[in-house]
């Protein structure tokens, strides 16, 4: 049975991931205080006690704007904890699965990003996923990166949840209406991976590795989305004070750390390569709603 190592297991992929991941083998879930990747050395004995034939690290510094002036934790943790982890997984023949960000791109491209378009991270954060890929393709080793963007679920802090909160609290919202992007839920970042990991374990020698895109299937907005999550929310019962909201620009909402105007990526490849079918990303928030509200 192959043994799997699960970092980042309490944040909202992770806590996806262990759900996805435990029938494919002998999974063992780390949370931070196990597997902290801020300490190199500790990562390196807890890789040498549990030996796994798959890493999969969905554990990241995700404070985008804190990152701005805190950039020497978020380089460790996200440009290189991963180089750390793709060597061992080099040395010992295992498979390393990492997952980036739309932040790499400077979202200035009318096109949704592929994965062989110009990188140029805008910010702190941005650059350190990205520098943190790199470690990944340096190491020359088994891998597979996945990009995803906007991403929500039931578990962990997130767009969606700060909406609903803010809709029982207020009479008006005021959501940026000039960024694009796919929100993701959390499960499907899941469900690809292991649907994908499970190939792989079948098959290593003729699996495809390397960088490929994982979004919904779609665009929007955030006030948009916004919108799209109130309405579900109160078709669903749930009662919420919010009457209007309202469209404002970027330039409106000025946050330390330079949004992506499109976060839009083009996942044509990942399709192509292991026939998982993205569903739109209203199935997503569809779900999730349904979750958190008891429907």
Known sequence: MSRILLTGVNGQVGYELAIALAPLGDLHTATRAEFDLSDPTAMLAALARLRPDV???????????????????????????????????????????????????????????????????????????????????QAGGRHLIFRTSWVFGRHGANFLKTMLRLAGERDTL??????????????????????????????????????YHLTARGRTNWCDYARYIIAGARARGMALKVRDIEAIGTADYPLPAPRPANSSLDCRKLKQDFGFALPPWQQGVDQVLDQLLGV
């Open 174 to 211: 005021r959501v940026v209406a000039d960024q694009f992007g796919a929100p993701t839920s959390a499960a499907l970042i899941a469900a690809a991976t292991a649907d994908i990991v499970r190939q792989y374990l079948a098959n290593p020698e003729t699996t495809p590795l390397g960088t």
């Open 55 to 137: 890493i999969v690290n969905p554990a990241a510094y995700t404070a985008v704007d804190r990152a701005e002036s805190d950039q020497a934790t978020a380089m460790q943790i996200n440009a290189e904890a991963p180089g750390v982890l793709a060597r061992w997984a080099v040395e010992h023949g295992a498979l390393l699965v990492h997952y980036s960000t739309d932040y790499v791109f400077d979202g200035l491209q009318t096109e949704p990003y592929r994965e062989t378009d110009p990188i140029d991270p805008q910010s702190v954060y941005g650059r350190s996923k990205w520098l943190g890929e790199e470690s990944v393709r």
